[in-house]
């Protein structure tokens, strides 16, 4: 069984896999979680039941785009390329899908905290996780007033949200600022203290439960009859019994060569981790306004988010890190942001924010596993589960047609 990609979603795929009895080959051109899954924002997101793609973010569009350095920005020559992806990703936003979409977001979100606690338990490392809820603030009355339609569909999906003054916030969370709107709270939600620990530290499990962790650039898969029998790669060809993809925001060439052809792109993220903060947080916070959260880590305190439309091989664009400082110290007057260390990474993004979870359709034994957009973190051991019951030809718990490939 070769699992290629040893991001997030690779490790708990192999993981997941390896508790059956699987032998297991993590493949990877890189060190393990040195992709999106070095940098992000370290979210347990659950309440995350709707898609980016909201009703009327048509409308909103032009606005963000006109503030390069705000919440959602495009590299204007990455546009031609990025014209189907966009025509879908507002053919999303109608409120028929965006219903449908929050459905099959709840369904995977059920049961993501119980699986990592399940993974967690078995390497000893449950603390981890923490789960002490996040608050979404705001810094203006349309922002607030805005959100509250969302609040309710979210509701409508089960999710528990309170809106809160800005003195209850503060009693959450001192250190946010006094000149704030209001924001809601999401009691559910949880973190984790080192999101690239995490990734290690299961990769470093798979290894010592004797799975092989191999360092190749995967470059397609050698098809028989009954499948895909082999993973080519730049420096020689693994023989396999199964194969999982989950190779993040670079999937979709291999997707291609099972059969699936699906529209995955990138939207870019970036982050600022702040070694001595002054101030201390509980739980994340999070800006829509801003596009960022803020998250305290054991290493410091992130901000981490926004969305860059630009494909995988344009530089970063550096100054979108640096404005996170200012929002930041706008959410807390004594955010102090020096020596701060930046980073860019690329979430592995479909346009409907669903991601694609299911076998690939030129072979049987080759499961998708990528696409997971601004969710992979909390999905990643929900989505392992779910990859190992495919393995095994077990029903799965839930309904998987949403996240088939073919549906694009
Ligand atoms: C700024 C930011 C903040 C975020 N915040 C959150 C959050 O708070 N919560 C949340 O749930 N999600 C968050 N995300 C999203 C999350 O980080 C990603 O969805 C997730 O990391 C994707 O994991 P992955 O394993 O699919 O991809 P990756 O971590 O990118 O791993 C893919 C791996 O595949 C390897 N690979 C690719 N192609 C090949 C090949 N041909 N051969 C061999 N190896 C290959 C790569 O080297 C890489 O290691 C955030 C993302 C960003 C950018």
Known sequence: MVVVGAGILGVCCARFLQREGHAVTLVDRNPPGEGASFGNAAVLAVESVLPVATPGIWRRVPRMLADPMGPLALRWGYLPQLVPWLLRFLAASQPRRVEEISMALAALLEDSIPAYRRLLAEIGAEEMLVRRGWIGAYTTEAGLTGYRPLAELQRRRGVE??????????????????????????????????????????????????????????????????????????????????????????????????????????????????????????????????????????GGLRLGGTVEMGGLRAPPDWRRAQVLAARGRRLFPQLD???????????????????????????????????????????????????????????????????????F
Not at 240 to 249: F, I, K, L, R
Not at 254 to 272: C, I, M, Q, S, W
Not at 369 to 386: D, E, M, Q, V
């Open 161 to 298: 949200v309170a809106e809160l003054s800005v003195a209850e916030m503060r009693q959450l969370e001192p250190a946010l600022d006094r000149d704030l709107a209001g924001g809601f709270y999401y009691p559910d939600v949880g973190h984790v203290l080192d999101n690239y620990r995490l990734v290690l530290a299961l990769a470093e499990a798979v290894q010592r439960d004797g799975g092989r962790l191999l360092r190749r650039d995967v470059t397609g898969f050698r098809l028989g009859p009954a499948g895909v029998e082999a993973v080519e790669t730049t420096d020689d060809t693994l023989a396999c019994d199964a194969v999982v993809v989950a190779a993040g925001a670079w999937s979709k060439e291999l997707a291609r060569r099972l059969g699936a052809k699906v529209p995955l792109d990138t939207e870019r993220g970036y982050h600022l981790t702040l070694p001595t903060p002054n101030i201390e947080l509980s739980r994340p916070v999070y800006s829509t306004e801003f596009g960022m959260a803020c998250t305290p880590l054991a």
């Open 337 to 407: 942001t020096r020596d701060a260390s930046r980073w860019m990474g690329f979430r592995p993004s479909l346009p409907d924010s669903l991601p694609v979870l299911g076998p690939a359709p030129a072979a049987a034994n080759a499961i998708l596993a990528f696409g997971h957009g601004h969710l992979g973190l909390t999905l990643g051991a929900r989505s392992g589960a779910l990859v190992a019951d495919l393995v095994a030809g077990r029903r799965p718990p839930i309904d998987l047609s949403p996240y088939a490939a073919g549906r």
